[in-house]
Structures are given as structure tokens and as C-alpha cells.
């Protein structure tokens, strides 16, 4: 190879790698959106499999103390003392969104959250949003030195089931059209978001209730069981037929003391006429 040829190659190389310098953004210091799913489905199904055998493999108090972090993180970058306060969420500007989706504007303001209540999490505006927070989560837990620690992709899946049931508590308050045409008057649409909030809490005081019911007679009849194994009894069989019925019917099928007033079941007692009266 000459000279010339040599020296021709090294200035289109240097050309290539300035004009990718300038095009491509920088990434080293920036928060990256994330993928597109769409355009990459195989990667995006290999997360969800480890996500799944994470959750599938880990403690119950693991799931819990995530949650509690990611609702808390939301809390406090959104402050709000629940998540019902998010209807008064001021979302983006459609201006600001647009010129960083499509042109070359700033970045979402990282100090006062702002997202794009007119998008899915998936949106690059939203998505960068879910990102800060992932990257502030993981940080403080690293700081911290928290015994529970999970992958991105892990907390990614969380932020993104929060948002979007922020987003749907945000979408239910705002004003509907009523079967007159008419948009529905204000106190009507709180006295919705009330009964809707109502509802979910008896639903989770059951589910807690059946769980907690559940866990504590399994424990139970495996402690009994077991103290009966060292000196064997006569009844050792009935407590395990008895531990394996409950095992069986798993904290679904305990029965709640509340579910006659929470499902709005009425008791209605008979006087029964006996022959003899």
C-alpha cells in the first residue's frame, strides 16, 4: 500500500469518527430512554423471562420491600402523601415534549417531574422520567448498603406497573361525558374516585386478611404435625390430612370474617316452628 493510499485511509477514518462524534448523542454522563420494545422483541422477552424467575424465586418480604421503596420514591419526587393526589398532577407541556421527542430540546427538568400524562410509560419523555428514578433508587440502596438489592430490570418492571396505575387514577378523574352529553359535574366524579378507592381498600383488607389467616394456621398445624412425629400419636394422620387441606386450598380459600358486611351479604335468621311447640 503507498503512501498516499495510507494517508487518504487515516483522514476518512478521522472524517467518519468526527461526524459520528457530532451526530451520535454522548452517552457516558446521560440517562438513555428505554428500548423501544417493538424493535426489539427478542431482547425485550429474555428480560421478562429474568424478571419472572427473579420474582418467581425470591422471599414475599423481597416483593414487599420494593414496593414500598418505589411507592415512597414517588411519593417524594411527586409530593403527594398518596396516590390518589395524583389527579392534581400538572402534566408536561405538550411544547417541551415535543421539541425533545422530535427536535433537539432539553431534557426533562430531573428536579420537578413533569410526565407525559397523554403517553404509556413507553415514550421517551416518560421513559426517561422512569429511568431517573431507577438510577435515584438504585443509588440510594447502594449508599445506603440495603440488604434487599434487585437488577434494573427488576425495579424497571415496578416503576413502570406504578405509573401506570397513576396514570389510570389520573385518567378517572378527569371530567366525563354523562349519558345526557353533559360533562359530569366535579363532586360526581369524586364521589366515583371515592367509592373506587373504598372498594379497593375492602378488597386489599381481605386479601391481607385471607393471607395472613392462611399463613398463620400453616404454621401452626406444620408445628403440631411435627411435635407429633417425635412421639408418635394416634391423630398424626388426621393433622396431616388436615395440614395438606389447608395447603391445598392455598390463602384463597380462607374464609374472611368481614365478607358478610364487605360484600354486602345479609344474615337472615328463621324461627324454626319444632313439632313439640
Known sequence: MSTSESVMENVIAEGLATALHNILPKISGTLQPFPNCRHMPHHKRKEDREVALEKATEP??????????????????????????????????????????????????????????SQNYASPWNAFLLELLLQELQSCCREENRPIKKSDNYIREILRDHYKCLHTIWRNAQPKVAATGHLKMPGKVEACLINEQTQASKE??????????????????????ALKSDTYDDNLPSWQWLGHLIKTLGKHGM???????????????????????
Open 60 to 117: 414475599s418480604h423481597h416483593c414487599d420491600f420494593i414496593l414500598a421503596e418505589v411507592h415512597h420514591l414517588f411519593k417524594g419526587r411527586l409530593y403527594i402523601t398518596q396516590d390518589v393526589d395524583f389527579i392534581t398532577h400538572k402534566p408536561a407541556s405538550v411544547h417541551d415534549v415535543h421539541t425533545y421527542e422530535h427536535e433537539d430540546g432539553l431534557t426533562p427538568n430531573e428536579n420537578m417531574i413533569a410526565f407525559d400524562l
Open 204 to 225: 386489599s383488607r381481605q386479601a391481607t386478611h385471607h393471607r395472613n389467616k392462611y399463613e398463620c394456621q400453616k404454621l401452626i398445624l406444620d408445628h403440631i404435625t
Open 255 to 277: 374464609s374472611s370474617e368481614e365478607s358478610a358486611v364487605e360484600n354486602g351479604v345479609k344474615n337472615v335468621l328463621h324461627v324454626k316452628t319444632m313439632s313439640w311447640h
